[in-house]
C-alpha cells in the first residue's frame, strides 16, 4: 500500500499528523512512565525519518497510518508500550529497521512485537511459495498474540486502519484483502468480543466486496427507520414508564437496530429494521430487577430466557436476554449494566487494567490454544479458524474451575486441557462425581462435553496414547500432545530395541561387564563424538537399524571380533542362531502395537504374512507384504532415504484379539455369504456386519469377529483375500481381547 519518492505533504495532512502526534504524546505523558516518554519520542522520531518519503496509494504520507493505529491503541486505554509498539508496527516490514536494530534501540519485548506482525515475503521462503509464505506469516503473528496479547491488538487496529483506507486500491486487491479480513479477523475479533471493531470490519468488507448490494442495503435500513421510528418511539416510551413506575433507576432504553454487517450474507431484501431494545442499568443487581418488572407488567414468551450474567458466552458476552410482547408485537430485550456494555463491545479491552497478565488471564484457554497452534508446524489457518468460529462448551472440574472447549471436544480433550499426564493416562470420566444420591455416571475418554457438567478424569498407569487417540480429541492442544507422546513412545522403543541389540552383541563378543559401562568407556565415548552421537542417539539409530551395528563396532575397533565368546564357543552354531539370530539383525516383532511399529497401508499385511521393513522418518519401522508391489521397484528403497531392515514376527500363538476387517469389493450377489462362510467355517463368531455401497459399483463391508488367535485370524484372511471380488482388505486397530 505504499510507494516511496518525496512527495509534498498537503497542509491538511500536516495538520493531521501534528494532532495526531500531540494526542498520542498526551496520553503517554499521562498514563506512561518517563521511560515511556523518552522511547515515544524516538520512536516518532524514527518512523518520521524511515517513512519521510513513502506515500500511500491514497496519496496521504506513510506516517498517517501508524499514528492513527497508536492512536486508536491510545482510545482503548492500553499502556504506554503498546502505543509504542503500534507506532513500530510497519518498521520491519517497510523500513531498512531490522529486528535487531530494534532490539537495540526499545528492547527485545518491542523487537519480538513488531517481527510477530510483520508479512513474511517470498524471498524469505521460496521452496513453497506464496502459500506457504502465508502460513508462515499467521504461524509468526499467532506466536506473537500467544505470548502478548497485546499485539493481537495492534494487528486489529493496523487492518481497520487499512480497510478504512482501501477505496484507493486496485480492485483485485480490495477483493483478496477484503475476504482475508473477513476469514480471519473478524472471527478472532469476534472470539475476544471486540463487537464493535468486528462490526466495522464486517461492514466494510461488505462495502467492498458487494459495493451495490451495500448501498441498496443502507437505503432499506434508512427507507424503514423512516417507516416503523414513531411506533419503535412508543414501544420505548412504554418500557421507560414500565420501569419507572416501580422506581427502578436505568440510565437508557435504546432500540436496536439491523446493523448493515449482519446482512452481508443474506442476499433478500430486509423484512425487519427493529432486533429489540436494550435496557441500560445502574448494576447487575438492577438486571435482575429490571428483568422481574418486565415479567410481570407484560406477557412473556416461554423459553426465551436467557442468563448470561451467571454464565457469560463463550466470546465473554454478559446480559439478560428475554421475549416479551410490546402492543402485540414479539420483542427481544437485552439488559445490561455499564460495565456490562462496556465489556460486550470492547471484548478483551474492558478488562485492561494496566497489566497484560490481567489480559491474558481474562483469555487463558483461547490462549493457550493459540500457543499450541503457533508450536505446531502442521497447523494450518483454517484449524485456527475453525477454532476461533466454532461454538464453544463450558464445563467444569470437580473443584469448580471452568473450563472452555470448542464444541465437539471429548473427554480426552478435557484430561489434556488440565494436565498432559492426566491425558496421556485417561481411560474415562465420571460424570457431575459431587451429586449427592444419584449414582456416578462413568463414560469413556472418547465422549463428547456438554455444557454444565463436571468432570472428574479417570486413568490407568499402564495406558498410553495410541494413534487411534487422535481421532478422538478436537483440540490442537490435544492433538499436539498425543504426538509428542507418540513420538517418545517410538523413541523410547527404539533405544530399547536398540540396547537389546547391542546387549545381545556384547555378551555375543564375551564382554560382561553390561551396556551402560560398555556406553561409559573411553573409546566408546570417543567413538560417538567422532560420529556426532549421544548414548540414547545410538541406541534409537541400532534399534532402527538406520546404523548398521557391526559395521559401527568394527570401525572403531570397539570389540575383539576374532574372539567369540566363551557362550557361543560352548554352543552350537545352529543352536546360537535360534537362540540369538547369528550374525544377522533382525528386528522381531513381539506386540503389534508397538508404537516403533506401523503397518503399511498399501498391502495391510497381517502377522503370519512373509513381510519387509523400511525406516519410514527415522523414527518407526514400516511394514509391507513381501508382495507389496509398492516396495518391489528399485525407486521404493531409493526415494526419501528409505532404508530397508530385516523384519520377522515374534507373536505368542496364544495371544487372542478381536478384529474388525474392511473389505473393498465389486458388488454383487452372494458375496457377504462367501465372506461370512469362510468366517464361520473357521469356528469364528460374527459379532457385527454392515454393507455401505458405492456409486462405482463398489461397497465397503465391515465385520466385526470375535477374539481369536493370530494363526486362525490369518488362515481367514488369506481365505477372503483369495477371492474374485476381493479388491482390498484391511482391518481397524486390534484391541486387546
Not at 523487537?111 to 506464496?130: C, F, H, M, Q, R
Not at 486502519?161 to 473477513?182: F, V
Not at 499450541?372 to 467444569?396: C, F, I, N, P, W
Request: contains cysteine; glycine residues 6%.
Amino acid at each position: 500500500m505504499i510507494s516511496a519518492g518525496k512527495t509534498r505533504i498537503s497542509k491538511k495532512d500536516k495538520v493531521l499528523i501534528t494532532k495526531l502526534d500531540q494526542q498520542i504524546r498526551n496520553y503517554v505523558q499521562e498514563y506512561g512512565t518517563s521511560k515511556d516518554s523518552e522511547l515515544l519520542d524516538q520512536a516518532i522520531s524514527d518512523i518520521r525519518k524511515h517513512h519521510e518519503h513513502q506515500t500511500r496509494k491514497s496519496g496521504q504520507p506513510v506516517i498517517i497510518h501508524p499514528l492513527r493505529v497508536a492512536n486508536y491503541i491510545c482510545r482503548a486505554g492500553l499502556d504506554a508500550p503498546t502505543v509504542v509498539a503500534a507506532l513500530l508496527h510497519d518498521t520491519i516490514e517497510d523500513t531498512s529497521i531490522t529486528h535487531k536494530d530494534i532490539k537495540k534501540r526499545y528492547g527485545k519485548w518491542y523487537a519480538d512485537i513488531v517481527e510477530g506482525l510483520t508479512k513474511i515475503k517470498n524471498t524469505e521462503s521460496y521452496e513453497n511459495g506464496v502459500s506457504h509464505n502465508v502460513d508462515a506469516t499467521y504461524q509468526r503473528m499467532l506466536k506473537a498474540m500467544a505470548q502478548d496479547v497485546r499485539a493481537l491488538i495492534i494487528k486489529l487496529f493496523d487492518r481497520l486502519d487499512n480497510m478504512r483506507d482501501m477505496e484507493a486500491m486496485p480492485r483485485n486487491k480490495q477483493r483478496r484483502i477484503s475476504l482475508e479480513t473477513l476469514n480471519i479477523y473478524v472471527p478472532i475479533a469476534e472470539r475476544l468480543g471486540l463487537t464493535q471493531i468486528c462490526q466495522e470490519h464486517t461492514e466494510l468488507c461488505f462495502k467492498l466486496l458487494y459495493p451495490k448490494r451495500y448501498e441498496k442495503i443502507l437505503t432499506e435500513i434508512d427507507n424503514l427507520k423512516k417507516a416503523r421510528i414513531s411506533s419503535i418511539n412508543a414501544m420505548r416510551k412504554l418500557l421507560q414508564k414500565t420501569l419507572e413506575s416501580q422506581n427502578l433507576a436505568y440510565n437508557q432504553v435504546e432500540p436496536l437496530f439491523v446493523h448493515p454487517a449482519s446482512r452481508i450474507k443474506e442476499q433478500g431484501p430486509i423484512d425487519h429494521i427493529l432486533e429489540g431494545f436494550r435496557i441500560i442499568v445502574k448494576n447487575s443487581i438492577a438486571c435482575f430487577q429490571a428483568l422481574g418488572i418486565l415479567h410481570t407488567n407484560f406477557y412473556v414468551i416461554p423459553l426465551k430466557i436467557r442468563d448470561y450474567i451467571s454464565n457469560p458466552l463463550w466470546n465473554g458476552y454478559e446480559g439478560l436476554r428475554t421475549e416479551i410482547r410490546i402492543e402485540g408485537e414479539q420483542t427481544c430485550i437485552e439488559i445490561v449494566s455499564d460495565e456490562i456494555l462496556r465489556k460486550n463491545q470492547y471484548g478483551i479491552m474492558a478488562h485492561w487494567h494496566g497489566s497484560p497478565t490481567e489480559l491474558a488471564d481474562y483469555y487463558q484457554h483461547y490462549l493457550s490454544q493459540l500457543d499450541h497452534m503457533a508450536g505446531d508446524k502442521d497447523v494450518r489457518m483454517t484449524e485456527v479458524l475453525g477454532y476461533v468460529q466454532s461454538d464453544q462448551v463450558q464445563v467444569y472440574s470437580p473443584k469448580g474451575d471452568m473450563l472452555v472447549f470448542p464444541k465437539g471436544a471429548t473427554v480426552l480433550d478435557f484430561a489434556y486441557g488440565i494436565h498432559s499426564d492426566l491425558g496421556n493416562h485417561c481411560i474415562g470420566a465420571i460424570v457431575n462425581p459431587t451429586s449427592i444420591g444419584e449414582s456416578k455416571k462413568r463414560v469413556p475418554r472418547e465422549r463428547q462435553l456438554f455444557t454444565g457438567e463436571a468432570l472428574q478424569i479417570i486413568t490407568d498407569p499402564g495406558v498410553h496414547p495410541h494413534e487411534s487417540w487422535l481421532g478422538q480429541v478436537k483440540t490442537t492442544k490435544s492433538r499436539s500432545q498425543i504426538k509428542k507422546a507418540l513420538e517418545q513412545q517410538k523413541e523410547a522403543s527404539a533405544r530399547n530395541s536398540g540396547r537389546a541389540l547391542l546387549e545381545r552383541k556384547l555378551r555375543e563378543k564375551g564382554e560382561t561387564h553390561g551396556v551402560e559401562n560398555w556406553l561409559n568407556s573411553e573409546n566408546v565415548k570417543y567413538a560417538l563424538n567422532e560420529e556426532n552421537l549421544s548414548a540414547n542417539k545410538f541406541l534409537q539409530e541400532i534399534g532402527l537399524q538406520k546404523r548398521p551395528l557391526q559395521k559401527f563396532l568394527r570401525k572403531y575397533n570397539l570389540l575383539d571380533f576374532k574372539q567369540t565368546g566363551r557362550l557361543k564357543g560352548m554352543i552350537n552354531y545352529d543352536v546360537w542362531t535360534k537362540l540369538f539370530g547369528g550374525e544377522k539383525n533382525v528386528f522381531m516383532i513381539e506386540d503389534i502395537r508397538n508404537p516403533l511399529i506401523r503397518m503399511a497401508n498399501c498391502c495391510f499385511p497381517i502377522p503370519g504374512d512373509k513381510i519387509k521393513g523400511f525406516i519410514h522418518d527415522d523414527k518407526e519401522i514400516e511394514i509391507h507384504h513381501a508382495e507389496c508391489v509398492k516396495v518391489s521397484s528399485k525407486k521404493y528403497k531409493t526415494q526419501h532415504g528409505n532404508i530397508a531392515v530385516n523384519v520377522a514376527w515374534k507373536l505368542s500363538e496364544k495371544i487372542t484379539q478381536s478384529h474388525i476387517i474392511h473389505l473393498d469389493v465389486v458388488d454383487g450377489t452372494g458375496i457377504l455369504f462367501e465372506i461370512t462362510k469362510i468366517i464361520k467355517d473357521a469356528g469364528v463368531t460374527i459379532i457385527n456386519s454392515r454393507t455401505s455401497a458405492r456409486n462405482n459399483n463398489e461397497a465397503d463391508i465391515r465385520i466385526e469377529i470375535e477374539s481369536i488367535t493370530w494363526p486362525v485370524f490369518h488362515k481367514i484372511v488369506e481365505k477372503l483375500r483369495s477371492l474374485k471380488f476381493v479388491k482390498k482388505i484391511w482391518e481397524e486397530t486390534p484391541v486387546a481381547g
